[in-house]
């Protein structure tokens, strides 16, 4: 939090270079012409017309770093701009007008009031929860350290115009730039210094020293690196030796007990070793860029630096030969080896043209602001990506003008090796994943719903008050269109129908002897936590498959968890599959930390004893992690990877039919994995399939996604429908179609899928949202030995003996010679105990 914002005007051109040293700078709109744009600013906009959502828009792509707008603009700009780019000017006496969804879309508030009233400002601090506050007084009383001190203890920054403020003494009317910025910060030491870091541009340590008012007061004005030595006084730095110092920022720690400077050193080095850092030798990039330098300066002739400065043509070609060697490594060793190549060559470009890596990450953090994101996709030129090696073949085509096509391998001519390759799908990294979300895992299994809220901010960018939804839902939560309605009610109809005939409602009788009776029964699993991913998307479907299953086994408790949206609300569609399907809850929380609330339960959320689901990687992560934890003793339903598809298509396939199968799986995301198994398909009919893909594909608003999975994707040609199932039947896709001849009667031959769609009019589609099978279904492979979700993976079941007396008699010795056999004497007294008491 900085010790307060400044507000200039045009007449503040003789402090604004001090205050760009000590933190933000609020401008107000039209930013004034007589000053510089600031390192880091905030625009003001005071005047309430009508929003101009590009105007703003092009303010934070130029670097603003958050615009403070009228309560009159904020249903206009929230959603839409990210709540971390906005803050919300309030008068003091609107706060109440202020609603959950304002409240929630912004990230701090600009309040303006007569007094700083410290009750008031610290309920407002309160109803803005998690929210930063600054204050600017409407009246003509000079800012004070005292007041500076008071706000920031509740939580508050003092916004200060610029015409309170000075570079020489503080008086009535004005405060010194120096003494706003020293309020709140204290020093725990006898002698009042001020511990102090002091870093280069980039945040590598040069060393530690003191300062004290004085020194930084006249670094702030001077803009020079002068500290305080213990010993000698007043230090300005290379006064003698001539190692000067440029001051870029000044900032205190989050406790406000010590400072750090950023400076650009000057001469041999900030040691008084002649080195850079007090610290050591500089190493990694800022040890090659002091190297770089020296080179440029001082090469001999002949020397392969010297070498690269001179020969601009040879430079680039290095640049362009190791960018592609970066893209083809495949191990984190070599990696690491490639990049280090590349960092090396493109550094030495960037130090030849005068460039810093200071400058790199500055234009790495104005990037960070822009709102305006390009498509990111290749140029034309690099749609064709460069051989890699035999092992690991290459996507081509992967650009956005280039044509969309499939790689093609003909398993008559293929080596057992490569055919293997073309089963293998992408390295699955999971322990680096489950590396990833432990923190978050144990976060939430330690603080419970407090984290949960935390991370529901972090991640899905929605301030929340609780994090649980009981039935019964408010209807204003569950509006939806007619026909989605109608849409969401068949679906339910069908699944549910479907499901409800697996139920295991039966017991199991056998007597494997004279008066040996064994049973078994079924039992739902009381307590169930259903993940449907969503956020910005809108997933019903997915509600209704684990939703249905659950219901229909009669679990107790069947607790939803989806994303938020960005106003903390769930989809009306959701909410309504929710109410269809019984819900007892619905979690708004995502990824692994609402895997986490479910496995563990918080004080709101209840504990389940099993998670089902898809999600991202980070999801899958999660339940892998917890379901090994016997502190949550959870189970799931089954690993999960990208989705995937493989079609076999004969001479009865329409080419258009096989296309827009293809491609709906494609669309999923570019990790998807596409196949097409063609048998004796003739070069006329491959090039209509491809065709059709090509045509279909630029009709889709995800193109871009489906450029490059199906450019990962692969034909596969088989010479007989017995090796194209053959080949399915290794590879167990999550969706097998089948556009063949009689297709019927080939799913007798199927032994490892997910799910089988069967003749030309069953399309993936179909099952994943309405004909009445699950979509959730085992990927990666995962099919050889997994089924889909169904409603017995919500039924557990029990067995259960009953033996006679006589029954006894007969299966008692069997019984007691094994337990002797194995040792266990308990094990035979138990049957024995009893078969005495029969004979007395």
Same mark, same amino acid.
């Given at each position: 939090m900085p010790a307060f914002l400044p507000l200039l005007s045009e007449n503040s051109s003789d402090i604004f270079p001090s205050l760009n040293r000590i933190g933000p700078i609020v401008l107000p709109f039209p930013r004034p012409s007589t000053l510089p744009i600031p390192?880091?600013?905030?625009?003001?906009?005071?005047?309430?017309? %009508?929003?101009?959502?590009?105007?703003?828009?092009?303010?934070?792509?130029?670097?603003?770093?958050?615009?403070?707008?009228?309560?009159?603009? *904020?249903n206009e700009l929230i959603g839409i701009i990210s709540s971390d780019r906005l803050l919300l000017l309030l008068d003091v006496a609107n706060v109440s007008a202020v609603s959950d969804k304002v409240r929630n879309g912004v990230s701090g508030v600009l309040?303006?009031?007569?007094?700083?009233?410290?009750?008031?400002?610290?309920?407002?601090?309160?109803?803005?929860?998690? %929210?930063?506050?600054?204050?600017?007084?409407?009246?003509?009383?000079?800012?004070?350290?005292?007041?500076?001190?008071?706000?920031?203890?509740i939580g508050a920054t003092l916004l200060i115009p610029g015409s309170q403020l000075t570079l020489g003494a503080t008086s009535a009317t004005q405060i010194n730039v120096a003494d706003a910025f020293l309020a709140p910060i204290s020093s725990d030491r006898p002698d009042g210094l001020f511990p102090t870091v002091v870093s280069t541009e980039t945040g590598h340590t040069l060393g530690l020293v003191y300062s004290s008012v004085q020194s930084v007061k006249e670094s702030i004005f001077t803009g020079k690196g002068v500290y305080q030595s213990r010993k000698h006084g007043l230090w300005r730095k290379g006064e003698t030796s001539g190692a000067t110092q440029n001051v870029v920022s000044i900032r205190a720690d989050c406790d406000s007990d010590s400072l750090e400077f950023r400076v650009v050193q000057h001469g041999a080095g900030f040691c008084h070793l002649n080195r850079q850092s007090c610290f050591g030798e500089a190493s990694g990039l800022p040890a090659l860029e002091d190297t770089l330098r020296s080179r440029l300066e001082s090469a001999p002739e002949g020397s392969y630096t010297k070498r690269l400065f001179n020969d601009a043509d040879l430079l680039q070609s290095k640049i362009m030969e190791e960018a592609n060697e970066l893209c083809i490594a495949e191990s984190k060793e070599d990696i690491s080896f490639e990049a280090a190549d590349l960092l090396y060559f493109a550094l030495t470009k960037c130090i030849a043209s005068g460039v810093s890596i200071a400058d790199i990450e500055r234009s790495l953090d104005k990037k960070a602001k822009k709102v305006t994101r390009r498509p990111g996709n290749a140029k034309p030129q690099w749609s064709s990506k460069p051989a890699t090696p035999a092992s690991a073949p290459a996507p081509t085509n992967i650009g956005t003008d280039g044509p969309i096509r499939m790689r093609t391998s003909d398993l008559s001519t293929v080596t057992s090796a490569e055919r293997a390759q073309l089963l293998h799908r992408p390295v699955l990294k999971s322990d680096e994943m489950i590396s990833k979300v432990k923190p978050i895992v144990e976060d939430v299994r330690l603080r419970g719903d407090k984290a949960l809220l935390?991370?529901?901010?972090?991640?899905?960018?929605?301030?929340?008050?609780? /994090?649980?939804?009981?039935?019964?839902?408010?209807?204003?939560?569950?509006?939806?269109?007619?026909?989605v309605r109608e849409a969401?009610?068949?679906?339910?109809?069908?699944?549910?129908?479907?499901?409800?005939?697996?139920?295991?409602?039966?017991?199991?009788?056998?007597?494997?002897?004279?008066?040996?009776?064994?049973?078994?029964?079924?039992?739902?699993? *009381?307590?169930?936590?259903?993940?449907v991913p969503g956020g910005t998307a809108i997933l019903p479907s997915t509600?209704?498959?684990?939703?249905?299953?659950?219901?229909?086994?009669?679990?107790?408790?069947?607790?939803? *968890?989806?994303?938020?949206?960005?106003?903390? %609300?769930?989809?009306?569609?959701?909410?309504?599959?929710?109410?269809?399907?019984?819900?007892?809850?619905?979690?708004?929380?995502?990824?692994?930390?609402?895997?986490?609330?479910l496995a563990y339960g918080t004080e709101t959320v209840p504990k389940v004893d099993k998670i089902f689901g898809p999600g991202n990687q980070w999801v899958t992560a999660a339940k892998m992690l917890v379901q090994n934890d016997t502190d949550a003793l959870v189970s799931i339903d089954m690993p999960a990877g990208p989705s995937e598809v493989l079609v076999i298509a004969d001479h009865t396939a329409n080419p258009a039919f096989v296309a827009a199968d293809l491609l709906s799986q494609a669309e999923h995301g570019v990790d998807s994995q596409v196949v097409l198994?063609?048998?004796?398909?003739?070069?006329?009919?491959? #090039?209509?399939?491809?065709?059709?893909?090509?045509?279909?594909?630029?009709?889709l608003s995800r193109v871009d996604i489906v450029r490059q999975s199906i450019g990962k994707s692969i034909i596969v040609k088989a010479s007989s429908v017995e090796e *194209?199932?053959?080949?399915?039947?290794?590879?167990?896709?999550?969706?097998?179609?089948?556009?063949?001849?009689?297709?019927? #009667?080939k799913v007798p031959s199927i032994d490892n899928a997910g799910s089988v769609f069967v003749g030309p009019y069953t399309p993936e589609s179909c099952g994943?949202?309405?004909?009445?099978?699950?979509? /959730?279904?085992?990927?990666?492979?995962?099919?050889?030995?997994?089924?889909?979700?169904? /409603?017995?993976?919500?039924?557990?079941?029990?067995?259960?003996?009953e033996i006679t007396m006589s029954g006894l008699q007969g299966l008692g010795p069997v019984v007691a010679t094994l337990a002797d056999c194995e040792g266990l004497e308990a094990h035979a007294n138990a049957v024995r105990i009893r078969l005495r008491a029969q004979e007395a």
């Open positions: 390192d880091r600013y905030y625009l003001l906009v005071e005047h309430e017309t %009508s929003v101009d959502l590009e105007e703003v828009v092009s303010w934070l792509d130029e670097g603003v770093e958050k615009v403070i707008i009228p309560l009159a603009w *904020a309040l303006k009031s007569p007094t700083v009233d410290l009750d008031l400002i610290s309920s407002v601090a309160e109803f803005f929860s998690g %929210s930063s506050i600054h204050v600017l007084s409407t009246t003509d009383a000079p800012a004070t350290p005292s007041m500076i001190r008071a706000l920031q203890s935390e991370l529901t901010a972090k991640f899905d960018k929605a301030k929340l008050t609780s /994090t649980v939804i009981f039935p019964p839902f408010a209807s204003e939560t569950m509006q939806v269109e007619k026909d969401i009610d068949q679906a339910y109809s069908n699944i549910r129908k479907f499901h409800k005939a697996q139920a295991d409602n039966t017991t199991l009788v056998v007597e494997t002897m004279p008066g040996v009776v064994c049973s078994r029964f079924a039992r739902p699993i *009381a307590r169930v936590g259903l993940y509600a209704l498959m684990l939703g249905i299953p659950a219901q229909v086994a009669g679990c107790k408790e069947i607790v939803l *968890a989806t994303p938020p949206r960005a106003d903390g %609300s769930i989809s009306p569609e959701v909410m309504y599959v929710a109410h269809l399907v019984g819900a007892s809850a619905v979690l708004k929380a995502g990824g692994a930390q609402a895997v986490a609330a198994v063609g048998i004796n398909l003739t070069p006329e009919h491959m #090039a209509a399939i491809e065709q059709q893909v090509e045509e279909q594909a630029l009709a *194209a199932i053959a080949f399915s039947n290794d590879y167990a896709p999550e969706h097998l179609i089948m556009h063949l001849e009689d297709a019927s #009667a994943d949202y309405a004909s009445g099978t699950n979509h /959730t279904l085992p990927t990666n492979g995962y099919a050889r030995q997994f089924s889909g979700v169904n /409603t017995l993976s919500f039924q557990k079941h029990i067995t259960s003996q």
